[in-house]
């Protein structure tokens, strides 16, 4: 069973590389992230495995994926990219994701971005780089409340960094949970009260869009936002209009909802937003671990 990883950037391919083993099946790396979906009918070339990094998968270009069985994507958002229930239904192409690989690193860099959004760290960089002397006054995170929308692997990470430097946990989610120090309330009042409100839902029909407009205006003033889940899941035009006005003192944000930016997006050219390009998962540790999640899928899946 032919295995194809379609879309390997080079840092994904030399750990594919390494962590791949000698009676792992046929295993071939198509090193060019930027491709284009229909080209993958031709770069499967009748495998039945893909692996996919970030390339989109119309149910049109998967039906010319003549013997595709299985898509491997690296990562838990494949709905941004596919359709997995009509890929099942129509096609027969089963969907696997890789949960948790990155847990770490994605809370690491929701922590980094609160702290740089909270001092103005990337408006006075950007300042002095131009000349200017700018000092702004941050907000003191100790004490603090940090809301959690969504409660996974990666809030919990979040949650425990924050404890640790003496910020209260507030979340909500959809299920019920329970978590040590942490404590779940309506999202109206996590909203209400929190200083930085984070969010770590995963994209689906019902999130879409879901910190809105109305919901951005019932957030305390002056609260931050920080988004390392999916950039769909905020109103952006609503975003920038709260951050223009200063009802949102700054965000820290990771996703979008088109990415690349555009060098003409709204958000490019508000000043307190502190943007990082989609990198919050990018640590050596969490390659290893998604690398070697996808690999485990596919000798599984060749198992039987």
């Given amino acids: 069973m032919r295995v194809v990883f379609v879309d390997a950037n080079a840092t994904l391919a030399a750990v594919a590389r390494r962590l791949l083993q000698p009676d792992d099946p046929p295993f071939v790396i198509h090193?060019?992230?930027?491709?284009?979906?229909?080209?993958?009918?031709?770069?499967?070339?009748?495998?039945?495995?893909?692996?996919?990094?970030?390339?989109?998968?119309?149910?049109?270009?998967?039906?010319?994926?003549?013997?595709?069985?299985?898509?491997?994507?690296?990562?838990?958002?494949?709905?941004?990219?596919m359709d997995p229930e009509a890929l099942r239904a129509e096609l027969g192409v089963t969907v696997h994701t890789?949960?948790?690989?990155?847990?770490?690193?994605?809370?690491?860099?929701?922590?980094?971005?609160?702290?740089?959004?909270?001092?103005?760290?990337?408006?006075?960089?950007?300042?002095?780089?131009?000349?200017s002397w700018l000092r702004t006054e941050g907000m003191q995170l100790t004490g603090k409340r940090v809301g959690l929308v969504g409660?996974?692997?990666?809030?919990?990470?979040?949650?425990?960094?924050?404890?640790?430097?003496?910020?209260?946990?507030?979340?909500?989610?959809?299920?019920?949970?329970t978590h040590p120090d942490v404590a779940f309330v309506p999202l109206e009042r996590l909203l209400a009260e929190s200083d930085v409100v984070s969010l770590h839902l995963l994209l689906t029909d019902e999130t879409q869009g879901f910190l809105s407009a109305d919901r951005i205006a019932?957030?305390?003033?002056?609260?931050?936002?920080?988004?390392?889940?999916?950039?769909?899941?905020?109103?952006?035009?609503?975003?920038?209009?709260?951050?223009?006005?200063?009802?949102?003192?700054?965000?820290?944000?990771?996703?979008?909802?088109?990415?690349?930016?555009?060098?003409?997006?709204?958000l490019a050219s508000v000043p307190n937003v502190t943007l990082s390009a989609h990198s919050?998962?990018?640590?050596p540790e969490a390659s290893d671990n998604l690398i070697g999640a996808a690999l485990a899928h596919c000798r599984r899946i060749t198992a039987g």
């Fill in 98 to 131: 890789i949960k948790g690989y990155g847990d770490t690193a994605v809370a690491e860099c929701a922590f980094a971005l609160m702290w740089a959004a909270t001092r103005g760290i990337a408006q006075m960089d950007r300042a002095m780089r131009a000349g």
């Fill in 151 to 177: 409660f996974g692997g990666i809030a919990a990470e979040m949650a425990r960094l924050c404890q640790g430097v003496g910020m209260r946990v507030l979340a909500w989610n959809r299920t019920a949970r």
């Fill in 31 to 81: 090193a060019e992230p930027a491709i284009a979906p229909q080209d993958l009918p031709g770069i499967l070339a009748g495998a039945a495995i893909a692996v996919i990094d970030h390339t989109a998968l119309p149910l049109d270009v998967a039906r010319a994926c003549t013997g595709l069985k299985h898509v491997v994507f690296l990562g838990t958002g494949a709905r941004s990219y």
């Fill in 280 to 283: 919050a998962f990018r640590t």
């Fill in 218 to 266: 019932a957030m305390k003033p002056g609260a931050i936002v920080i988004n390392t889940a999916r950039g769909a899941l905020i109103d952006e035009p609503a975003l920038v209009e709260a951050l223009r006005t200063g009802h949102i003192a700054q965000a820290g944000l990771d996703v979008f909802t088109v990415e690349p930016l555009p060098a003409d997006h709204p």
